[in-house]
């Protein structure tokens, strides 16, 4: 995989966490730099172990499913992408507003949480990584940056930005999965 590529991805992968962070951003009377920080941290890292964990389940698996590890790389992408896609569709700017009566309540376990739930997509990306044989330690890495910064920045602006603009942002990241694993189909087919 190419460094854009890989770039590609590491977007992709970070939309869900973004559009949640705006979300949570708009449900905030105001959100400090550092507290968006730490709370981008928080999901970059998150988000950068969870493919190193499905990248070991992958490879493990690699010498039985050798000969059609591209069409699992596709159906992986695939289904990612239509469930961000769906997802994008499912919850709306009124869920944002019941957010901001709750957010209050939130405590930094519900935040873990929420972490590791938008980073579970990332797991079944590192096995398709491992498949596609792909630096897991360079995209792990990007995927991680990517999502701190996404965070950080819809934290920061979810207040101006609204829900509409993160669900819009995961629309996208679908997208950006699907060509993903079609042109990783395209390329082992076309060999």
């Known amino acids: 995989m190419s460094f854009w590529a890989i770039l ?73 992408g239509m469930n961000m896609i769906y997802n994008s569709f499912k919850k709306t700017g009124e869920d944002c507003l019941e957010d901001r009566e709750t957010s209050s309540k939130k405590s930094f376990l519900m935040l873990i949480f929420t972490a590791i739930s938008t980073s579970i997509d990332a797991f ?23 999502t701190c910064l996404m965070v950080t920045i819809g934290l920061l602006l979810g207040n101006k930005l609204g829900c ?3 669900k819009r942002a995961e629309f996208l990241g679908g997208l950006a999965l699907i060509m993903i694993g079609t042109i990783t189909l395209y390329q082992h087919l076309s060999n």
């Open 8 to 80: 590609l991805l590491a977007l992709a992968m970070s939309t869900d966490a973004f559009a949640v962070a705006v979300c949570r951003g708009v449900s905030l009377k105001s959100t400090p730099f550092l507290g968006a920080l730490k709370v981008g941290i928080l999901f970059g890292v998150v988000e950068a172990i969870t493919p190193i964990l499905g990248w070991l389940v992958g490879y493990i698996a690699l010498k039985y499913i050798e000969q059609w590890d591209h069409w699992v790389v596709f159906t992986v992408m695939l289904f990612l």
């Open 164 to 166: 509409l603009i993160g």
């Open 124 to 146: 079944a990306v590192g096995i398709g990584l491992a498949l596609a044989s792909v630096n897991i330690y360079w995209a792990a890495t990007m995927i991680g940056i990517a």
